[in-house]
């Protein structure tokens, strides 16, 4: 009978044992690195779809990160500035209603201060410039519309581009009534700047 109730004493003792033991072995098993992981590779990967770092002298850089989730053309962008050179650091946040599709620097009124150009495409065809100058702050230049001239034979699938320091638009011609502008041909614009003001130049063809 002793016997018995011995080895029952052991017997539970030993189920007693095992089962601390594996709350115990549990315990650090709590978190999946795995799972974290994941979770860290899935968000980075969407988070900024636009990323470019431009460089305008050594030391000198402007990084021009977009963000956003759901629907593309909606979300954000963000300008880091970064002189190390002069131990100076800034960040800039802005709203943007399209995808951005490329950026660069230009000094069109020739001050020597950095002209950030963000170029966006909304509406599948449809671009547009969002322009900032950097003086020790960003301040923000509005780039003009077309003229309403230039909307009645525009019809999208426009180009900017840089060429020598100055800024041309291109666009095909649509929807004329102008017998000397014919539908497909290709229409350029020229832009100025000058006192952080745009002006609009259109290219005539040459004969």
Known sequence: ??????????????VGLLFLFACKQNQPVKISPAADTKAVVKNTAGTFPFHKDIVIKPGLHFEILSWGRGVDSL?????????SAKNNYKSFSVERDGVITDAWNMDMDNDGNPELYIELQSKKNVKDLNVYEYNGSFNKISFPPLSAKMKKIYGGNDKFIQKNGELFRSF???NSSDSTQKNGAVKMLHY??????FSVDEVKEQE
């Open 192 to 197: 100025s700047l000058r006192g952080n003001t």
């Open 1 to 14: 009978m002793k016997r018995k109730l011995y080895i029952l004493k052991q017997s539970a003792l030993c």
């Open 75 to 83: 979300g954000g962008y963000l300008i880091l500035m970064s002189d």
């Open 172 to 174: 095909p011609i649509v």
